[in-house]
């Protein structure tokens, strides 16, 4: 009865142990691909400056996020502005000033992160102020990439786009960015039609040698009437010649 107990007490032990572990197991894989494990992602630092004195300083704003694999691309992370940020950007949107952003000069494929890229430098754009602080924070920031996906140029607009001197409440306006991220890349120009050209030319070539007649020159078509034409000019300019010359001559003998 005992030896029976405990083997009835290490079943359950056993049991649970390989519950717990199924459910771990479970747990690790919940909601995984296979080509998730290859996945990795990247962080690309995207710095602001608004200051009084229009001297830029930059510190961080957000982030964009690169991911590989089958759901790559690129989103923004950002965080929102403290009570003195709101403050300082209402001053310089006060006094006509500007709104810089910044980022690296880096690729957006992060199979390419492992390159060098410390000497890239930095792609800056800018807008008023003004603009920012009445689009409550919503604006549309562009990245301009090669084919290669490195940024070359970065862009940023604000909704509306114009300063009318509305007031903005700091804590309900100012407090989060609203961006829509847009990333360009080269799009190729269509190719010439250079087939339908092609073949139009080998049908004319064609043409011609089937049919002799179209390659004679202009004279060899057209001789049976240039002939009659030349020597028709040719002897009314003998025929004006000949009579100029007698009437000079009878005005000279008038004049004896």
């Not at 759901?71 to 001053?91: A, N, P, W, Y």
């Not at 490195?150 to 007031?167: D, F, N």
């Not at 039609?193 to 064609?206: Q, V």
């Not at 028709?232 to 000279?252: I, R």
Request: aromatic share 8%.
């Amino acid at each position: 009865m005992a030896s029976s107990g405990a083997a009835h007490i290490s079943m359950s032990v056993l049991s649970t142990i390989t519950l717990l572990f199924w459910a771990e197991f479970a747990h690790c894989n919940l909601n995984r691909r296979p080509s998730d494990a290859l996945d990795t992602d990247f962080s690309v630092p995207v710095e602001h400056s608004f200051e009084i004195d229009d001297e830029p300083r930059f510190r961080r704003r957000g982030s964009l996020e690169l991911r590989a694999g089958r759901e790559s691309g690129v989103t923004i992370s950002q965080s929102h502005l403290s009570e003195e940020d709101r403050s300082t950007l209402k001053e310089v949107a006060a006094v006509d000033g500007l709104y810089r952003i910044r980022v690296p000069r880096v690729s957006l494929q992060v199979d390419r992160q492992t390159e060098k890229q410390a000497d890239g430098g930095y792609l800056t754009a800018f807008v008023k102020a003004c603009a920012l602080v009445e689009s409550h924070l919503s604006d549309v920031i562009t990245l301009h990439t090669d084919v290669t996906g490195y940024l070359i140029g970065v862009s940023i607009v604000t909704i509306p786009g114009t300063c009318r001197g509305l007031e903005v409440e700091d804590e309900v306006d100012l407090e989060s960015f609203n961006t829509t991220l847009i990333v360009m890349a080269p799009v190729n120009a269509p190719m010439p039609e250079t087939a339908g050209f092609i073949a139009a030319l080998e049908m004319e070539r064609e043409k011609k040698e089937k049919n002799p007649q179209e390659q004679k020159s202009f004279f060899a078509k057209y001789w049976m009437y240039i002939v009659p034409l030349v020597l028709f000019l040719m002897m009314s300019g003998a025929q004006d010649q000949s009579g100029g010359g007698n009437g000079g001559g009878a005005a000279n003998g008038g004049g004896r």
